[in-house]
């Protein structure tokens, strides 16, 4: 089995999932990039899990363990996201500097 | 062993108490040995009880305070005698603590102890009598200080830290001791924290003392891993056998210990603190430049002597050493010639002494420089206290203010005037043996391998001998004589403390009659009783040549002092009066001196050695304190405004300025935008992959 | 097959989640105080089973081997799990012990505040365990999401707001480099197990990809321990959390990340510590010198302390990035002496942050303007301070010399110019720390009292759970001072994990 494509593209969306969360500035769209980077995670283990062949087939439940954790985050950060909107009117994260140097 | 002690190490882990008796005199000197302990426990525990119940008492816990020095300086004289009538090296180790088989080193071991030989008796009677008076005398300084208490407090803890230096069998102890020193050094030095400058004087003094410190801590560290043990005389032992692990790494340790005496001992470039640390209380200062403090760094090499003397160690230090004393002794007392501030005089002078004191000892003059110390305690300490005396009786330190106080102070001027000669070396006074004996002993170096470094610091500190007395006659001259030019009614001090005056000015005058060569060697004995003594340690024969050349320039000094500053003393004819060349037909460096005096005082464009002498000493060594970091940023600055210290917190930035700087820099990547945060991370996490491959 | 006593100690925090969950549920809001003394109760009555566990064949319990490996080799109970779950449980008690005073005061959702702390310590717990890749992630996960909550507590507070937004961001991005970097280490190796990865891993150390999955998950532990450059949100985050929470974050958390590092490095990477050596050197000097210029010029206490925790991350790190140089004894001192750092470290750190939640109920701000004269109006907190402080800074006879003493034991025993230029620089850096803990503390003595402070209930008492927790950090950090072998023994016991590598 040839593993190559997948790595690659698990490294593309992970490229591309870098690349929203340095530059989006709304915070909703800054965690699907992250969410985006975790899906190319789950691409990478899914694929090493086939190609590593394990009896346990570890890749396929880490996989499983990351949707689950990642959909946890999520709520976590969809809660503070919603608190920032609530307390400024703006989901802007290049807006919050209060704390710096 | 005592039952006490005998509880505490029931009471610690694997509690073992090991007696090393190498000279074991018996009898009733053994047992004051063996009980010698009390001596920097006693003066702690008054610290507490003062700290606890002084308040309370009828002084206010002063009595407390004079109670355990006095208890300190009757055992010290106690073991003094014992000493005297038959040597003894003893040392005494409990252990507190081990934590067994480190990986890969050994066990640490973590022990208390005291060590009862000639060089700590020496000190002990030193830190024990000094202070008996000083503390005598602060008494009456203090009346009516609102932390009256609380000083005697630190005061205690000041002579207790330095005590617990002196009598560490091993370098953990000795760091305790070191720090107990340096922590309540800096309390005593801002006793009055109200204002800001003692608040900037007791850190800087802080600071550069721990900015020193880690060349002590990195000396220890090295001994100890090496040598597996960090009691002195397992180090010494394994010196003594020529340790080939040991030898290798001796230099640096021997240089990383010489580092931490330069700071306790006030040696260029470290010796910046000193003269800001006079914002203390007179007492403190008496204390610290006699008897505490800046003499540890000086008994440090004196400890580990043997490490500096045996060759293949650190023998090759001893010229840095010798270098760094003659240095620091002529460049120091030409500062204490422009200064108007009595107690910076004085500062100065004991800079310029404790030079002596280290050029001796990187010289191999093991024994002359410990005589100094110990001589010079006793004279400087008077200083201090008379200085302090005048101070009180006329509210200011500044000698333009002073004058004609003989007639006022005749008990300050009369004991000022003693230290004053003593100070200056003259025949038979204390000073006159113990800096012969350093002359001597470096004439000795130079002749026996110490080459070209110990001829030049020959000449520094015969040269050194003309300042020390020209800048004392200029202090007694200025303060004593002429009219009065102060504000209100100087008066004599209280009884309380002029006695103290009399009582050390008697010690400066016999005090160098215990190593009179030739006729008495009882302090050359004193040193010798310990275990590990080294190499050549020069009783050397009272060189006449030398003798009658350092009296001459003492007396040449003092000539000098007389022809400019006696009579007449109001400031701004004095001033013009060293316009006229009077010196120039007297010594052929007058033109040096002259305008060394008007430039370092007044400032004009010529001059450009005491403009050096001074830029150096405020601007360069300043900065070496506070220029970790940004280099470049701090010489512009001093260049263009040196003197502009507004805007700067010293007191708090003293090592931060120059890091300070840096930190201001490096803050700035705290923008606070979480997306850059982001990115550094991201960024981070790729330049260490990249990194690792392509140079890993 | 389960050990129940082994996994006891988890077993009881689980059941005290459940219970703080119902006690939540039943009590009245102005009970709500109970929820936190069920966490504490629960945590300590966890700590039994420690001690059962440690001491066992002495106690005559079990014979045989003290390690108990379960799961196929995923979840180990060795003596340095045992010590990591100690830390951790004390840690949580005497969070809990900060924070009852403090947020009873702000008097909303405390019962949630107390399960959310119980939460996060679960999985720090549960981590110390963890030998392979799923389980040290799912401890991980399990430590920062509660503690995400838990830096926005304040609802209504921007600051707090931002504190969770920066703390939650950036943990999730960390989390996903770490996985990244997980998924690499498991396609290249085929294992899961660090036991697994460390059979398969010697032939790999040229391979440029496993470079990249080992130097992503040190990234990933490298944010919860806020090494440099991955630190920027921990400042802060500490800032704008509630005080308790930060100090939660500053060791807890931390030593957590810790857990998870020298895990990963000591059984999963030993055979290719020439990649993680020089990184981690890299990271121990930048975290050093970063951490502590930057405090030099901080103005808010908290803020401080941030900066200062960043420098003593690497401080804890100094002695195992040398780890690529060691032999085998060497790697064993290394890992001693960042155990007890440590050790010591959270004790003290736990006072500071103890002591600035204290003192800022007097003075109502955590500024150091604020905090001027301090001694003059509330001396005790002012002497707490300062023991604190000066024990961060590693002024004898406070603990902190001790961990600063074995931390240069352990780098200058190594070989080579590496080890001692960063023997040199963690000097330096001990010698600039000095001159802000000083600061603080000259500030609080030394220093006139400003008008606007102290507040007029100045002198109303401190809370008394705070001042138990006062009492137990500061006796720790004092009398560890004198007597190192309190803390150097588990320091000790936990080596057992670096002889097993």
Sequence with gaps: MIVNQFLVLGALLFSIGVYGVLVRRNAVLVLLSIELMLAAVNINLVAFGAFVDDAAAAGQVFALFVITVAAAEVGIGLAIVVLIFRNRSSANVDELDLMKW | MTPLLHLFALASEGGEHGLDVVTDPGGFAGLLASWA???????????????????????????????????????????????????MAVEHHVTLSRIDSLPGLGDLVLEWGWVVDGLSIMMFTVVGVVGFFVFTYAKGYMEGDVRFTFFFASFSLFAGGMLVLVAAPNLIQLIVGWELVGVASYLLIGHWWEDHD????????????????????????????????????????????????????????????????????????????????????????????????????????????????????ADDVKIIIVLVGGATLLLTGLIALVQDDIKKVLAYSTLSQLGYMTAA???????????????????????????????????????????????????????????????????????????????????????????????????????????????????????????????????????????????????????????????????????????????????????????????????????????????????????????????????????????????????????????????????????????????????????????????????????????????????????????????????????????????? | ??????????????????????????????????????????????????????????????????????????????????????????????????????????????GEFYWLIVASVTGAVVMASSRDLITVFIGLELVSGPAFLLAGWRKGDVRSNEAALKFFLIGVLSAAILLFGMSLVYGLTGEITFEGIRAASATLADEPAFVMGVIFVLVGF????????????????????????????????????????????????????????????????????????????????????????????????????MAASY???????????SITYLLVYAFMNLGAFAVVIAVAAKT???ELDDWAGLSRYAPVPAVLLAVFFFSLAGIPPLAGWFAKLVMFRAVLGGTGAWGAALAVIAAVNAVIALAYYARVVKTAFMDPVPATVPLADAGAPIAPALVLALGVTAAVVVVAGFYPPILSFFGDAARALAFGG
């Excluded at chain 2, 008492?57 to 000493?83: D, H, Q, R």
């Excluded at chain 2, 210290?645 to 606070?672: C, F, H, K, M, Y």
């Excluded at chain 3, 097959?1 to 009590?27: K, R, S």
Aim: glycine share 12%; net charge neutral.
């Design chain 2, 37 to 87: 302990w009390l001596i920097p426990v006693v003066p702690l525990v008054a610290t507490f009880a003062i700290v606890l119940v002084g308040k309370r008492l009828p002084w206010k816990g002063w009595e407390l305070a004079e109670g355990s020095i006095a208890f300190v300086a009757v055992y010290a004289v106690a073991l003094l005698i014992a000493n005297w009538q038959a040597p």
């Design chain 2, 198 to 313: 003692n608040n900037a004087a007791a850190i800087k003094a802080f600071i550069t003392n721990k900015v020193a410190d880690v060349g002590l801590f990195v000396g220890v560290i090295i001994l100890g891993i090496t040598v597996g043990s960090f009691r002195i005389s397992d180090v010494l032992d394994a010196v003594a056998h020529g340790d080939s692990a040991v030898a290798q790494v001796a230099f640096w340790a021997g240089l990383a210990l010489f580092i931490g005496a330069m700071g306790k001992s006030a040696q260029m470039p470290f010796h910046v603190w000193l003269p800001d640390a006079m914002a203390g209380p007179t007492p403190v200062s008496s204390l610290m430049h006699a008897a505490t403090m800046v003499t540890a760094g000086v008994y440090l090499v004196g400890r580990m002597f043997p490490l500096y003397q045996t060759p293949g160690m």
């Design chain 2, 361 to 696: 000892m990187g010289a191999g003059a093991y024994t002359a420089g410990l005589f100094h110390l110990f001589t010079h305690a006793f004279f400087k300490g008077l200083l201090f206290l008379a200085a302090g005396s005048v101070i009180h009786g006329v509210h200011s330190n500044d000698m333009s203010d002073m004058g004609g106080l003989r007639r006022f102070m005749p008990s300050t001027y009369r004991t000022f005037v003693i230290g004053s000669l003593a100070l200056a070396g003259i025949f038979p006074l204390a000073g006159f043996w113990s800096k012969d004996e350093i002359l001597a002993s470096l004439s000795h170096d130079a002749g026996a391998g110490g080459g070209a470094a110990a001829t030049l610091v020959l000449w520094l500190a015969i040269l050194g001998a003309f300042v020390t007395a020209f800048y004392m006659a200029r202090a007694v001259y200025l303060t004593f004589f002429g009219e009065y030019k102060g504000e209100g009614h100087p008066h004599e001090s209280p009884r309380v403390m002029t006695w103290p005056l009399w009582g050390l000015a008697g010690l400066a005058v016999v005090a160098g009659f215990v190593n009179m060569p030739g006729l008495t060697s009882s302090f050359t004995d004193w040193l010798a009783s310990r275990v590990h003594v080294m190499g050549d340690h020069h009783a050397t024969a009272l060189n006449w040549g030398l003798a009658v050349l350092g009296t001459a320039m003492a007396l040449g000094g003092i000539a000098a002092g007389t022809r400019l500053f006696h009579r007449d003393a109001a400031t701004q004819q004095e001033r013009d009066r060293l316009r006229i060349p009077v010196l120039y037909p007297l010594l052929e460096q007058k033109y040096y001196f002259d305008h060394l005096y008007m430039n370092g005082v007044v400032g004009p464009i010529k001059g450009p050695i005491a403009r050096f002498v001074v830029w150096t000493n405020q601007v360069v060594l300043d900065g070496v304190v506070h220029a970790f970091g940004a280099a470049a940023r701090l010489a512009s600055r001093f260049v263009y405004g040196w003197a502009d210290q507004r805007g700067i917190d010293l007191a708090i930035n003293a090592a931060a300025a120059g890091t300070g700087e840096a930190g201001s820099v490096v803050r700035r990547a705290q923008t606070g935008k979480v997306q850059q945060y982001a990115g550094a991370l991201f960024a981070g996490a790729v330049l260490l992959v990249v990194g690792f491959l392509i140079f890993g």
């Design chain 3, 364 to 366: 109502g701000s955590a």
């Design chain 3, 327 to 337: 032999d085998a004894e060497g790697l064993q001192s290394a890992f001693f002496a």
């Design chain 3, 222 to 321: 490298g944010f919860k321990i806020s090494a440099v450059p991955f630190h920027f949100w921990a400042p802060d985050t500490y800032q704008g959390a509630p005080t308790p929470v930060a100090a939660y974050l500053s060791v807890g958390s931390k030593a957590a990340g810790f857990v998870g590092l020298l895990t990963v490095c000591y059984l999963a990477f030993s055979e290719v510590a020439s990649i993680w050596g020089p990184a981690l050197w890299l990271l121990a000097a930048l975290s050093m010198t970063i951490g502590n210029l930057t405090a030099l010029k901080q103005t808010n206490i908290v803020r401080l302390l941030g900066f200062s925790s960043v420098a003593h991350a690497g401080f804890v790190l100094v002695p195992f990035a």
């Design chain 3, 1 to 110: 097959m389960f050990d129940y006593h082994a996994l006891a100690p988890e077993l009881i925090v689980g059941g005290t989640l459940m219970a703080a969950l119902l006690a939540d549920l039943v009590l009245p809001e102005e009970r709500k105080y109970l929820v936190g003394v069920v966490g504490i109760v629960g945590l300590v009555a966890a700590l039994f089973p420690l001690l059962t566990l440690g001491f066992c064949e002495d106690l005559g319990f079990c014979s045989g081997a003290t390690e108990r490996v379960m799961f196929g080799g995923s979840y180990v109970v060795d003596d340095f799990a045992l010590v990591m779950k100690g830390l951790f449980l004390v840690t949580g008690v005497i969070s809990i012990l900060m924070s009852v005073g403090y947020i009873e005061s702000e008097r909303y959702y405390q």
